[in-house]
């Protein structure tokens, strides 16, 4: 077992989902501590060495706070934060009404930012720490069935950008992994409601693993002079963007 992460505790939001759940598994292996978070995940399953579940609501900042402090309690601090939140709500632009934009930005990007205000004193008392975000090629390229994702993406990215600028100066990196076509049921459900295409430069869908090997990366000290960047996992964008 590698040991990279040895000593460090980093919190996963989304870590049901299928990205989510192979990031932490990769961060478990290296030997990380890793607080593994979304809207009802306690008590499900045989608990896992080295991993820590614990509900969060990303739709409230007194939660995520509440969350956070609660971390900082029982393992000392928080040295990385992933948040990988997504909310699949497809449609065209004259069909989705106010609740279902609000509920992707509430949920996605006022999420993350939510993640990102609760974790930093953490980060700021530790001497610096790694925040990586889920964005999503809709953020530059937007989809026609995913509007809603596409402007979450596309707030994610820029705000990412102003962060790292922010607490740069505090040793906090803050990046962005922005997935093409993965292999998921989120994939699944894109095809079902007549989505982006899958196809790509590289072939088809890339695989859980080509993301998390990305946001591992990110988090190491590896990338220690990375930050503000936005590192697509897209097989080279897609080929075809049906209307």
């Known amino acids: 077992m ?11 939001v989304g870590a049901t989902g299928a990205l989510g759940e192979d990031i932490v598994n990769q961060l478990t292996s290296k030997g990380a501590t890793v607080i593994a978070s979304s809207r009802q995940i306690e008590g499900k399953g045989a608990p896992v060495l080295g991993i820590h579940p614990m509900n969060v609501d990303v739709t409230r900042f007194e939660t995520t706070e509440m969350v956070a402090q609660r971390i900082v309690k029982d393992h000392g601090g928080i040295d990385g934060l992933v948040v990988t939140t997504t909310l699949p709500i497809f449609g065209d632009f004259m069909d989705l009404g106010d609740a279902e934009w609000e509920a992707v930005l509430e949920t996605k990007m006022m999420g993350t930012i939510r993640l990102i205000r609760a974790v930093v004193p953490s980060m700021q008392a ?27 993406n596309a707030g994610i990215n820029l705000v990412v950008k102003g962060l790292a600028k922010r607490f740069g100066p505090d040793q906090i990196r803050i ?3 922005s997935p093409g076509p993965i292999e998921s049921p989120r994939l699944e459900a894109i095809r079902k ?16 693993d080509d993301v998390s090997n990305a946001v591992v990366f990110l988090l190491s000290s590896k990338a220690k002079y990375i930050t503000g960047a936005n590192l697509a996992i897209d097989g080279g964008g897609r080929l075809e ?3």
């Open 2 to 12: 590698s040991e990279e992460f040895s000593g460090k505790v980093i919190w996963v």
């Open 126 to 152: 530790r001497g610096g720490g790694s925040i990586v975000a889920l964005s999503g090629g809709g953020g530059i390229n937007p989809s026609l069935r995913h509007l809603p994702g596409s402007v979450a």
């Open 175 to 177: 990046n962005v992994v």
């Open 193 to 208: 409601a007549k989505g982006p295409s899958t196809k790509t430069p590289l072939g088809g869908a890339g695989e859980p």
């Open 241 to 243: 963007d049906p209307k």
